[in-house]
């Protein structure tokens, strides 16, 4: 047990929810936030997907003390488990996922958390972002920022 009351867990609780979904809001045209069921058919209580794919993804499972699981209404974490993902189907193994960092964080910390998530999430917007500008249309501006010195390109980079 983490020493909390289940007055503080719950708190923690909450904050982490809110804290997960202001990130999703912040990098919100990369990064989306789900609600899925371990047991069932998801990957973590919390999971950070990128909007335009299914990997990589970022995990958050809740750990409840001994006795206590997902099927009871009342249970409170007393910590996460969270894990950096990413699709990397293999031929000896069944499961698609390569664990890339991984760790467990008490209740009481759960702004570290909500760090580590934060930073995923805004790695994974730069990466989206970065993706983008590689594109013929990005290729065929000026990126030099000079004057072409009356060059048939105009100082412009070109694929022919």
């Known amino acids: 047990m983490s020493g909390l009351s289940e007055e503080e867990l719950v708190l923690n609780m909450l904050a982490l929810d809110a804290g997960l979904n202001e990130i999703a809001a912040r990098f919100g045209e990369h990064v989306m936030l789900a609600y899925e069921d371990p047991v069932s058919f998801g990957a973590g209580h919390f999971v950070l997907y990128p909007a335009e794919a299914s990997s990589p993804r970022f995990v958050i499972d809740e750990q409840y003390p001994d006795g206590v699981d997902w099927s009871d209404e009342d249970r409170v974490p007393t910590s996460w488990t969270w894990a950096s993902e990413v699709r990397a189907p293999r031929p000896d193994s069944p499961f698609p996922w390569m664990v890339l960092a991984e760790g467990e964080i008490e209740s009481a910390d759960y702004e570290k958390l909500l760090q580590i998530a934060r930073t995923w999430a805004g790695t994974v917007h730069v990466l989206a972002i970065r993706e983008a ?24 980079a070109s694929l022919t």
């Open 133 to 156: 500008a590689l594109t013929v249309d990005t290729l065929d501006q000026d990126v030099t920022g000079r004057d072409s010195g009356g060059r048939e390109s105009g100082g412009r």
